[in-house]
């Protein structure tokens, strides 16, 4: 059973970069898009990004200037770093496993709360 | 910018049968998806590529899609069914709708 693990600051200030880093674990990131998602408090999901094993990446346009996603395949883990914060950006942020073939997301970690906040 | 649209809400009484649609243009010309997400959790596919259900998801849910319309159906629909839902589909990005809330009265 593959699992993730979000980790990083759950504390930032307005104007700095958000810093996360999903640890995968009994699995390979190999062969696999890895995504960043996030809930703002009371709402929906939205989609950040994914990184494909390779190093390819796609954003969401709308984010897409303040966004970088990157891998570290012998350590297993990707991570996101989001420059120029606001309070608009506090939500809770799940990293997650597309399928192979893209389609669908088969695993989800278990999301971390990051707060923008002086 | 490609939207997924669904209802905010939808009610049902235990053990009717419940549906949840997802609009979007020629949105069943792309494959949709479906998660649950119960308060305090990460969401939980339920359905894959329109209508395939994963292992552990009970019969009881199944999906359709054709037209402009993806629709989820929960038949004989449980207590334990209460979530919130989500479609997702892929454009040049992925896409998610806005989420459902399932009460089951």
């Known amino acids: 059973q593959v699992q993730l693990q979000e980790s990083g600051p759950g504390l930032v200030k307005p104007s700095e970069t958000l810093s996360l880093t999903c640890t995968v674990s009994?699995?390979?990131?190999?062969?696999?898009?890895w995504s960043w998602i996030r809930q703002p408090p009371g709402k929906g999901l939205e989609w950040i990004g994914y990184?494909?094993?390779?190093?390819?990446?796609n954003y969401n346009p709308s984010l897409k200037s303040r966004i970088t996603i990157s891998l570290d395949t012998s350590k297993n883990q990707f991570s996101l770093k989001l420059n120029s914060v606001t309070a608009a950006d506090t939500a809770v942020y799940y990293c997650a496993r597309w399928s192979v073939g893209g389609n669908f997301i088969d695993y989800w970690g278990q999301g971390t709360l990051v707060t923008v906040s002086s | 910018s490609y939207e997924l649209t669904q209802p905010p809400s939808v009610s049902v009484s235990p053990g009717q049968t419940a549906s949840i649609t997802c609009s979007g243009d020629?949105?069943?010309?792309?494959?949709t998806s479906w998660y649950q997400q119960k308060a305090g959790q990460p969401p939980v596919l339920v359905i894959s590529q329109d209508s395939k259900r994963p292992s552990g998801i009970p019969e009881r849910f199944s999906g359709s899609n054709s037209g402009n319309t993806a629709t989820l159906t929960i038949t004989g629909t449980q207590a334990m069914d209460e979530a919130d839902y989500y479609c997702?589909?892929?454009?040049?990005?992925?896409?998610f709708g806005g989420g459902t809330r399932l009460t089951v009265l």
């Open positions: 020629k949105l069943g010309t792309k494959f």
């Open positions: 009994s699995g390979s990131i190999i062969n696999y898009y």
């Open positions: 997702q589909a892929w454009d040049s990005s992925a896409i």
């Open positions: 990184i494909y094993y390779s190093g390819s990446t």
